[in-house]
C-alpha cells in the first residue's frame, strides 16, 4: 500500500511540478473584453498547419494572413490593429480541442478562425461556446458544425446545398438520368455531398446507378472504377478533395470509362489540371466563384495573393479570406470588438460582398451563398452556370 | 457498353488485385527479409518506400522532365531514363535502410524485442514529419513513363501500368529468391535467421549480413515507391503509411521470414480486397486484410508458409 | 476491507482537493494537458497488466478505449437528452454518469473476452498483429455505422456532473473524475502485481510453458488480465467522450494503439511507475515543444523533434525510464535498484 501511496505522491507532486513549471497560474483578472480595449483585437486561428492535412491549413492561412495584412495596412478595424494568434492542430481532431482551449483561455482570443476540417470544428466548438467566444468556421461544410453552438459560425455553403446543386445541374443542365457515386466512406465532407447529392438526384428523378465508397488514405481506385464502369453510367459524381480526384480520373480513363466526372469544391487547387492530366477534360465541379469574374473583388485578391505568395490561391484560401472580411464586418455591426459584440455583428451579417460570392449569415449561423458550376477545358476553367440557393428546394 | 457479365467482372477484380497485390509483395519482402533476421518489425519500411517515390521525382525534376510551371502537364519520360531514376532510388534507399539499421536498431540488438520495436516506430514518425517538413505537404505530380494504354481482353481490362508492376515485381522476386538460395551472401543471411549466435561463431559476418539485408529490402520498397507513383501520380510523405500496413500484414499472413510467403500474401490480399470490392463493397476492402489476417493467424498461427516452431522450456 | 473503504474515500477526498486546486488557480489549458495525461495513465497503467506484467504483446488497445467511449457517449446522450439531437450541452446526472462508466467498462471488457479467448493463443508478435487487425476492424465498422453519426461520430455528449462546491471550466469537475479513476487503476495495478495472481500473471511473462507446468492456468489468466486492460480502456473511453464533448472513430486509430505502447516501452515495460511517466512523457511533450516551432515558423518541427527524441532516449535507455522498477518510500530514500533483477 505504501507503493501505491507513493506513486501517487509522485502523480501529485509531478501534476504540482509540471503546472508550476509552466507558469499556468491563473490570470484572475483578465477576461477578454479588456484585452480589446488595448487597441489590438487579437483573433485565433486553429488549422491543420502539419499532418496529413496541412495543404489545407496553410492555404487557409494564406488567405487569412493576406486580409489581416491589408486591413491593418489601411489602419485596422476602427484604429484597432489585428494581431493572429495561430495554432497547428497537426491535422488531428482532438489536438483542435487542446489548441482550442489554449486560444480561449491563454491567449484570450477575441474570436477564433477555423478549422477546415469539419471533425475539428466540431470538437472545438463546444470550447469556444463555453468560452463564450464566437468561432467561424471558413469551410467546414458538415451541416452538424455550426449545430454545436449559437456562437458557432461558417463563411462556406453548406454540404447539403453543395450536393443538391450539384444533382440538379447534372440532371436539369447536363440533362443526364444515371448517375454514379464515387466517395470517401471515412471523410465527412465527402459522405455528406454524397448523401445531399443522391437523395437530390433520385428526387429529380434519375437513377443512380452504381454508389461506392473508399476508405482511408486510399490512392488507388481501381476495384471502384471497375465496379462503377460495370455500370455504364453517363456522369460520375465525385466529391473528394484535389489530391484524389486526379488519381481517380486517371484510374477512370485507364479502364476506358469516358463519362463526364462531376465534383464540389474540393477539386479546386492550383494543381488540379497537373495531377490529373488531361483526364479531367470536360469535367465539372461547383465552386465559389469564377475565377474569370470581372469583380474587382474577385481579381484584386487574385492579384494581391500571386504577389505575396506567387502561387494561385485555392478555394481555401479565398474562404481564410472571407472570414477575416466577415469578422470585420461584423466588428463593424456589432458595435466593438468583444467577443459578444462580434458574436452579435456576425449573426447581422446580410449581402456582405466578399470574393467567394455575396452572401449572408441565416439564422442557423450558415452562410447562403451561390454557387458557381466550372467547366474543365485545357488548363482553363470557365463559368457554366451560378445557382442560387433559392433556386433548389 | 454492352452487360457485363459476371465471370468478366469478377476476372476484372482478379487482374485488379494482381496488379495491386504484386506491390504489396514487393513490399512485403522487405518487411519479411528483415523480421526473418532480427525478429524486428521494421515499422520504418513504409517510410523508405515513400523515399523511393520522393528520390526518383527528384531525379526525373533535376533532369526537367517536370514543368515548374503548376498548370503545365508532365512529359513522357524515355523507358531508360526511368531505368536510370529507379536505379538511384533504389541505391539511396538501399544507403538509407543501412543508416537506420547502424542508428536506431544495431544499438538495440540484445536489448530485448520491444526497445527496437520502439525506435522503428520513432524512425518512421522521423521520417514521416521530416519528410512534410523537408518535401512540403502537398501532393507532388509524379511523371509518367509511358502513354497509357488499355488492352481489353474480352471485356477484362489491362492497363499497361498494371502490366510493367506486375512483370517487375515477379523479375525481382524471382531473382531475389535465386540470390537468398545460391549465393554466398544468401546463404549467411539464411544462417542468421536460424541462428543468429551459431552463424556468428561459424565465422559469418553478421553486421554486414544485417545491413544487406536492410539495403536489399530498402532497395525492394524504393523499386515498389516508384512503380506505385507511376500508376498513381501524385506522392506526399504520407503515402507508405497505409501500404506499409498493408505490406506488413501480407508478410504475416504469407509466413513471416519465408520470401515466397510475402509473395503469396501480398497476392492473395491484393486479390481478395478487389474481389470483395467488386462483389461486396468497397468500403469493406480495408477491414478485409484484417479479417483476413486474424483467421490466418487462428487457423496457422505462423502463416500460410511459415515453419512452426515448437516451443521448449 | 476497511482498509480498502478508507482508502477510497482518501482518494476521493484527494482529487477533489486536486480538481479544487487546479479550477481555482491554473489556466484551463494546463489543467487540460493534465487531463490528458491523466486520460493516457488509465490506458497505459490498464495495458501494462497486458503488455508489461503478463508479456502479452497487445496493440489493439485504442478497439476498446472506441467501444467504451461510443457505449458509454450514446448511453450518457440518451439519458441526459432522451435523443441524438443538437442544443446546448448539459451536465450529466451524476447516477447516469456512473452508469454510463459502467456500461463502457464492461461492454470493453466484454469484448476482451471475445477477441481475447481466440487471440490470446497467439504468441509474440504475431497476437500483436492480431489485435492490431482487430483495433483497425472495429474502428471500420464504427465508421460505417450511419446510426453512431458515421465518420464524424457523437456530438453533443454531456458534460462530467457537477460536484458541489466546484466551478470553472465545463463544470470544474473533469480533474475529479479523471483523476479519481486514475487513482482507482493505480491502486488496483499496484495491488494486482503483488498479489498471488500478479505473481502468476509475471510467472507466464517469464516461461509460459513453465508457468503451465507450475499449475498456472496460463489460458485463463491471459484472458482476465485482457480484460482488465480492456475494462479500464473502455472507462478511459467513456471518460474522453465526456471530456471531449464528441467521439469521432478516427480519435481511436492504430497511432493510438501505439502510442500507448510506446508509453509503457518509453517508461519501461512492467512498472506501474514506468507507465505513468511514459505517460506524462508522450502526453505533455508534443505539446510542450509547441514553442519551438511557434518560435521558428516551421510547421510541424516539434513532431520532427518529438520523434528524434523518442529514438533516442530509447537507444540511450533501452529498458525504459524505470526498467523493471517501482518508484517505493524506500528507492526514493536511498535511490537504490529494485528488488526484482531485469530480465534479459
Known sequence: MRKALSLLALLALLAVASVALLGGCKDKGGDNAAATESGEIKIGVFLSLSGKNADFGKTTKNGIDLAVEEINASGGIGGKKIVLVSKDTRSKPEEAQTVAKALATADKVAVAIGSVESGQSIKAAPVFQEAGIPMVSPSSTNPDVTKQGDRIFRVCYLDDFQGQACAAFAFKDLGFKKAAIIFAQDDDYSKGLAEFFRSSFKALGGTIVEDVAFQGEVSEFKDQVSKIAAANPEVIFAPVYYGSIGLIARDFRKQGVKAPLLGGDGWESPQLIQLAGETLEGCYFGYHYDPDDKDEKVQGYLKAYKAKFNTEPNSLSALGYDAVYAIKKAIELGGGASSDQITEGLRKVVDFHGVTGTFSIDQNRNAKKPITMLKIGGTNLSKVKVIQPSDVK | MAEVSLTTELLQYVANGIAKGSTYALMAVGYTLVYGVLQLINFAHAEVYMLGSYFAWFQAKWAGYLPDDKGARAETVPIGMVALFVAGAMA??????????????????????????????????????????????????????????????GGVKFPNTNIYIVLTSVVLMLGLTLFVNKTRPGAAMRACSHDMRTARLMGVNVNATVSLTFAIGSALAAVAGVLVAMDQPAITPLMGVRIGLKAFVAAVVGGIGSIPGAALGGLLLGVSESVVSGLWKPVYSEAVAFVFLIVVLLVKPSGILGKSVREKV | MPRTIALLMAGIVGCYGLNWFLSEFIEVVYVDYLNLIGLSIILAVGLNVVNGLTGQFSIGHAGFMAVGAFVGALASILFTY?????????????????????????????????????????????????????????????????????????KRIPKMPLLPGASGWDGGTSVFWIYLFV???????????????????????????????????????????????????????????HYQHSVRPDDFTAVRSIEVIVMLVLGGLGSVTGAVAGAVVVTLLPQLLRPIEEALGIDGLSMVVYALLLVTMMVFRPQGIFGQRELSLKLLRRLIPGRRKESP
Do not use: W
Open chain 3, 82 to 154: 432522451g435523443e441524438i439531437a443538437a442544443g446546448p450541452l448539459e451536465h450529466a446526472g451524476l447516477a447516469q454518469f456512473l452508469l454510463c462508466l459502467l456500461f463502457s467498462g464492461v461492454a470493453a471488457g466484454v469484448l476482451g473476452v471475445v477477441v481475447g479467448a481466440p487471440a490470446l493463443r497467439l504468441r509474440g508478435d504475431y497476437l500483436a498483429i492480431a489485435t492490431l487487425g482487430f483495433g483497425e476492424i472495429t474502428r471500420i465498422l464504427l465508421t460505417a455505422q450511419d446510426s453512431l453519426g458515421g465518420p464524424t461520430g457523437l
Open chain 2, 92 to 153: 539511396a534507399c538501399a544507403l538509407v535502410g543501412m543508416l537506420i539499421e547502424r542508428v536506431a536498431y544495431r544499438p538495440l540488438r540484445g536489448a530485448g524485442r520491444l526497445a527496437p520495436l520502439i525506435t522503428a516506430i520513432g524512425v518512421s514518425l522521423l521520417l514521416q514529419y521530416g519528410g512534410q517538413v523537408v518535401f512540403g505537404t502537398e501532393p507532388k505530380l509524379f511523371p509518367t513513363f509511358a502513354e497509357t494504354r488499355v488492352y481489353d481482353v
Open chain 3, 183 to 241: 487513482f482507482v487503476v493505480i491502486v488496483l495495478a499496484v495491488r494486482l502485481q503483488r498479489s498471488t495472481f500478479g505473481r502468476a500473471l509475471i510467472a507466464i511473462r517469464e516461461n509460459e510453458l513453465a508457468a503451465e507446468t507450475m499449475g498456472v492456468p496460463s489460458a485463463r489468466m491471459k484472458v482476465v488480465a485482457f480484460v482488465f486492460g480492456a475494462f479500464f480502456a473502455g472507462i478511459a473511453g467513456a471518460l474522453y467522450a
